[in-house]
């Protein structure tokens, strides 16, 4: 089978990154469930409005945006297990709204944590989010039987351009999407990476 997976927040711990990067530069002590939103912006990491949205911008720039900072991301250990097993009955392919010029180091990082992959795909603008080429666009042309992402609004592209799925389009719960109310007769959810192997049925291989 074609398989789809997003980058970050998947395969990629950018969220503890990021924290780790404001609980230094601005002495505190949050850990990843202050990312309510997966908009970064609409976050609240303090109670003065104005500081809060110059640490998401900061963070945007220093962390999610910059080649150097998403080298150091470590890997989800239990993603990097699964993603090895399904390589070796499916291929694999990665879809991130990072921006276009950061699909070289995106590679790198993907060879460096040996994570197999078959193809990737930097698809994201100037804006944080935003993508220049549709998730959805892409992930019809490539014919996927699965995608998985941890942001609803690019599941909801996904099934705006192929809304028949061999094993469904999935949200992998991280705290910014726990409460998101989920269209069960569109969508799967999923909490564990022993789930989604289950799901695609190799778990006893």
Same mark, same amino acid.
């Given at each position: 089978?074609k ?20 609980n ?12 309510a ?13 104005e500081?809060s ?29 699964a ?15 990072? =921006? /276009?010029?950061?699909?070289? !180091?995106?590679?790198?990082?993907? %060879?460096?944590? @040996?994570?197999? #992959?078959?193809?990737i ?6 804006? =944080? /989010?935003?993508?220049v080429? !549709?998730?959805?666009r892409?992930? %019809?042309?490539? @014919?996927?039987? #699965? ?59």
């Open positions: 089978m398989l789809g997976f997003d980058v970050d927040g998947i395969v990629a711990d950018l969220p503890q990154l990021m924290v780790e990067y404001i230094e530069k601005y002495n505190l002590n949050h850990d990843v469930s202050i990312f939103s997966h908009d970064v912006t609409q976050n609240k990491y303090v109670e003065d409005d500081l949205t110059q640490i998401s911008l900061d963070m945007l720039e220093n962390v999610v945006r910059n080649d150097g900072a998403m080298s150091i991301t470590k890997p989800y250990k239990d993603g990097v297990a993603i090895r097993k399904l390589a070796k009955h499916h291929t694999l392919h990665f879809i991130t709204a990072r =921006p /276009g010029s950061m699909k070289k !180091s995106t590679v790198d990082w993907f %060879r460096n944590c @040996n994570i197999p #992959f078959t193809t795909h930097a698809l994201g603008g100037d804006k =944080p /989010g935003e993508c080429v !549709s998730k959805g892409l992930g %019809r042309s490539l @014919n996927l039987d #699965f995608y998985m992402d941890d942001s609803l609004c690019h599941l909801e592209d996904m099934y705006k351009y192929k809304n028949r799925w061999r094993k469904g389009v999935a949200l992998f719960t991280r705290p910014w999407n726990v409460d998101e109310l989920l269209d069960t007769d569109k969508f799967i959810r999923f909490d564990k990476w022993t789930e989604i192997i289950r799901h695609l049925g190799i778990h006893k291989r």
